[in-house]
């Protein structure tokens, strides 16, 4: 049964820092991509960021483009979304959500985590 | 990037009765070199992580009823539930793949019992 849970979130101040972290088993890790999608308190789905199963290839949104970094290790079976300079807009639950093609990454996903949420705020 | 239109916002249907929510992107996603729609539908109940229905605008992903089924090609998209029951109320999105990065959700529909 494939899971994916994540963790790392928490209240943080503006401009401050967090690392997500989210580990995954029930499927081979190192042949999908992996995305984190979020969602802002009663509001919709916004894809952040993807990382290819080899990690050779990242994509960001161009809202947190330049200040989070994907990145993944296949030897963990982890993927990690580092956030710098947090704006109290990133507050959102942040889901983990496997990509479906296998091999690379297609931006449909047939697994999603519970999430975990990221309060920025003074 | 492509945004996705979701209409209407929320849509009250009785037990037993057909529920129609509509998806309209700002361009087609429809890619003509293998002929499919990246287009899918996601249900999200509350509390709960999103589950993937549809993928390629109307192939229903294992294990959902086939009182699910989408439709449409191009811009202009349709998830029907043929026969609402309770266990469907929820919030769905569709999202297209046609863009690599930016993929993009519709701002979703919330179905409610009448």
């Known amino acids: 049964e494939v899971q ?9 101040q503006p401009g401050m820092s967090l690392r997500l972290s989210c580990a995954a088993s029930g499927f081979t890790f190192a042949s999908y991509a992996l995305s984190w999608v979020r969602q802002a308190p009663g509001k919709g789905l916004e894809w952040v960021s993807a990382i290819s199963g080899s990690a050779g ?3 960001y949104a161009d809202s947190v483009k330049g ?7 296949n030897s ?3 993927v990690y979304l580092e956030m710098n300079s947090l704006r109290a807009e990133d507050t959102a639950v942040y889901f983990c959500a496997k990509d479906t093609e296998f091999g690379f990454a297609s931006g449909w996903f047939d697994k999603w985590g519970q999430g975990s949420l990221v309060t920025v705020s003074s | 990037d492509i945004v996705m239109t979701q209409f209407p916002a929320s849509l009250a249907v009785s037990l037993g009765e057909r529920a129609t929510l509509n998806c309209k992107s700002s361009q087609s996603v429809l890619y003509s070199s293998n002929n499919k729609n990246y287009l899918a539908w996601y249900q999200q109940k509350p509390g709960q992580p999103p589950k993937l229905l549809i993928y390629w605008a109307s192939t229903r992903e294992s294990g959902v009823p086939d009182r699910f089924s989408g439709s449409g090609s191009g811009t202009d998209f349709t998830l029907t539930i043929s026969s609402l029951q309770a266990e469907d109320v929820a919030v769905y999105y569709c999202q297209q793949y046609y863009t690599t990065p930016g993929w993009t959700f519709g701002q979703g529909t919330k179905v409610e019992i009448k």
């Open chain 1, 67 to 73: 200040r989070f970094t994907i990145s993944r290790d």
């Open chain 1, 76 to 78: 963990k079976n982890r």
């Open chain 1, 57 to 59: 290839s990242t994509y």
């Open chain 1, 4 to 12: 994916l849970v994540e963790s790392g979130g928490g209240l943080v």
